[in-house]
Each structure stands twice: as C-alpha cells, then as structure tokens.
C-alpha cells in the first residue's frame, strides 16, 4: 500500500478499510508498522525530491473533458444550454468558460465529500468481516476507489484500469448487477477516447459526449449498488458456496 500510495496516488483509498480488516484479525500492528516502513523512504526523499509540487500539480487542475461535471458541461454546449469551451491546457484538455470556473471549487468540495462518505460506509462494513473472500475485499476496496474516480475533477481513460481488475475479482460472489455496469462503462469508453468521428482536439460531438455521459453515470449507478449491497444483512450476498465457507468468512448464521 505504501509502495502504490507513493507511486500512484489512489491506492490510499484503500488503507482505512485494510486496516480495519487487520485489526479484526488482531494484526493491526503489523499492518501499520509495514505501512510506516514502506512509507520511510519517500520521507527521507522530501529532504531531495519535492514530490509535494505533485499534490500542487493537481491541485491547479480544472475539469478535465471526461469527468462527470465537464461531459454535463460539454452536454449542455451541445443542447445550446451553455457556453463553454473545449481547450487544450498543458498536456490534457479541460472544458472551460464561466460555469466551468464556478463549478471546479464545487466539484472539488463533492470529490472530497463523496470520497470520504465511500471510505466511511466500507470501513464500516469491513468492521462486521473478520476473514473476507477475496471477492469481499474487491466489492469493498471498489467504494472508496469508484467515488474517487467517478466525483473526481479529473477522469482519464486510464483510470478504468484501477477499477476493473476489482470488478472481475468482485463478480465471483455477491450480486453481478454493479460489476456488470463496470464493465459496460469500461467497454462504452473507446467510443469516445479515442474519438470515432471527429478530431478529439476539437471536442465531442452530440453522440460521443451523451455515451460519455452515460458511462460517467454508470459509474456512479455501480457505486450506489455496491452501497447497497453493504446495507444488507448478510453484507455481501454470496452465491453457490457451501454453508461452511459463508460462516469461515464470517458472514453466516
């Protein structure tokens, strides 16, 4: 975790909920302790290598052409309802213009919110687990990651790989609706990255920017199933395992 955190940013999602399943296994202590080493030689490198400027890096970010907040924006353009821009800024492109610069202070505030909400509801139901499947620990570890990815001001293509391996994992037990939505997102993305019709320099069309619509929609829908399914009794509905592995993984009688 130490090494993904330091490398890619998004594994630090995950650490609540891992944490949480350590010390429901009496071995939180280890679990922290090999976070902290892991973590020490980016502390030794901040007194060489300002890896910080990254976070400043981000935190300039506008709202990239993908995300949930510009494919509405850029919608709206298409409808006639707005005026915004399709821009290229430094190596990525972001929808800008006068409701584009009222929204990214809001955006920010609702990834911060929703990510945070995410982590809490799957801390919570790690905390009722005590030996989860590997298809448990996937659904669980999905919430924080697909609220990070789909409320985030930046949204890349690459960020569909983060969560499929997940859903794949996560498809072997419990209910498939939510890890079948993440694929349907997943295939609906080379529609409009790269661009089918136009130049993508120069924007999306009607039709690429409603399926871009639908596939940052669809990523949200998966989030709020995967809620639900932590609202459940039993957790994680599991299907077609014998009575004496649903009670090893502790969410039998």
């Known amino acids: 975790m130490a090494i993904g955190a330091g490398l890619k940013v998004y594994p630090v999602v995950f650490i609540p909920v891992l944490a949480v399943i350590a010390w429901r296994q009496a071995k939180a202590t ?7 080493a892991g973590l020490l030689p980016i502390a030794v490198a901040s007194f060489v290598i ?7 890096f981000q935190s300039a970010r506008g709202l990239q052409v993908e995300s949930v907040y510009a494919s509405i924006l850029w919608l709206g353009k298409q409808l006639g309802l707005v005026r915004v821009q399709w821009e290229f800024t430094r190596k990525w492109f972001e929808v800008t213009g006068p409701p584009a610069s009222v929204l990214v202070p809001w955006a920010r505030a609702i990834f911060v919110v929703a ?10 139901a ?8 590997p298809a448990q620990l996937a659904r669980l570890l999905l919430a924080p990651l697909l609220a990070f990815i789909a409320f985030n001001n930046v ?31 997943a ?12 130049d993508y320099a120069a924007g999306l069309n009607l039709f690429e920017t409603s399926i871009l ?9 998966a989030l709020l199933l995967i809620y639900t399914g932590f609202r459940e009794p039993t957790l994680l509905p599991v299907r077609n395992l014998p009575a004496a592995a649903v009670t090893e993984h502790g969410i039998g009688a």
């Open 213 to 221: 619509v639908i596939r940052n929609l669809g990523l949200i829908a």
């Open 30 to 36: 280890r679990f922290i302790a090999g976070l902290i």
């Open 115 to 124: 990510t945070g909400i995410a982590t809490v509801l799957a801390v919570r």
């Open 50 to 56: 300002p890896w910080w400027r990254f976070a400043e």
């Open 155 to 185: 949204l890349s293509p690459q960020f569909m790989i983060w969560i499929l391996p997940l859903a794949a994992i996560g498809f072997v037990e419990g209910k498939a609706l939510p890890m079948l939505v993440i694929f349907f997102a």
């Open 126 to 133: 790690a905390a009722r687990l005590k030996n989860p499947s």
């Open 187 to 198: 295939v609906l993305t080379p529609i409009f990255y790269p661009s089918l019709f136009d």
